[in-house]
């Protein structure tokens, strides 16, 4: 099946500042990807749908300017914790749709913790 | 919009018998049916799919069937091993690319 990259897998940073998670299609060509947050015992919690060259589309409650997503070619999309609190802490997951048969592949996820 | 319901939200079973795992959709337009199996600390991996115009899908040990008069799909996993223990998630997708997802099972199986 198709192959999708999350990195980094788990990084720590201290309050205030910003991480960045990198989402990449590796064998197909994604012209949606979705970003998730998952809390633990939790299902996924879509944050918001981006599409390549355009801006994200939020789910509500989702503060898009401390969520930036950043989806600037077909198989890379970015989500940038601005100004990241010990709240922000969680299982931040990709998924990438795109290909020849619309299928939804996720990737490893990013645990973020921060301090 | 559409909804999804899943059912076990846990689930115990001796290894080698069976689990099934039922959901429920809500959108006549949702055509896409996929499953994911998510272990612990990791995203959520494609097991097995199944469109709307297909009524039952078999994969080895695991199998999907689709009801589209009663909006229903459901995960059939035989022969269960200790290694099949994880959170299962289902989903319904439109032709809008929209997925939406059940709320999880959580599968253990005791070996």
């Known amino acids: 099946g198709a192959v999708v990259s999350q990195h980094p897998s788990r990084v720590i940073c201290k309050s205030g500042t910003s991480v960045k998670i990198e989402c990449r299609s590796l064998?197909?060509?994604?012209?949606?990807m979705f970003w998730y947050r998952q809390f633990p015992k939790q299902s996924l919690m879509l944050m918001a749908t981006?599409?390549?060259?355009?801006?994200?589309?939020?789910e509500q409650g989702v503060e898009k300017d401390k969520f930036l997503i950043n989806h600037a070619s077909l198989t890379l999309s970015t989500l940038t914790v601005t100004s990241a609190h010990p709240e922000d802490s969680s299982f931040y997951i990709c998924?990438?749709?795109?290909?020849?048969?619309?299928?939804?592949?996720f990737g490893e996820g990013s645990r973020l913790t921060v301090l | 919009g559409e909804n999804v319901e899943q059912h076990p939200s846990t689930l115990s079973v001796q290894e080698g018998d069976s689990a099934v795992i039922k959901c429920t959709y809500s959108?006549?337009?949702?055509?896409?049916f996929p499953w994911y199996k998510q272990e612990l600390g990791k995203g959520p991996q494609l097991i097995i799919d199944i469109r709307s115009n297909v009524g039952e899908k078999k994969d080895q040990r695991i199998a999907v069937t689709l009801n589209k008069t009663a909006k229903h799909f459901s995960l059939h996993i035989t022969e269960t091993q200790p290694e099949d223990s994880a959170v299962y998630f289902c989903a319904a997708s439109n032709p809008g690319n929209q997925f939406y997802f059940g709320t999880g099972t959580s599968l253990t199986v005791i070996p």
């Open positions: 981006s599409n390549e060259g355009s801006k994200a589309t939020y």
């Open positions: 064998d197909f060509q994604a012209t949606t």
């Open positions: 959108d006549s337009a949702s055509n896409y």
């Open positions: 998924s990438a749709s795109g290909g020849n048969t619309g299928e939804l592949f």
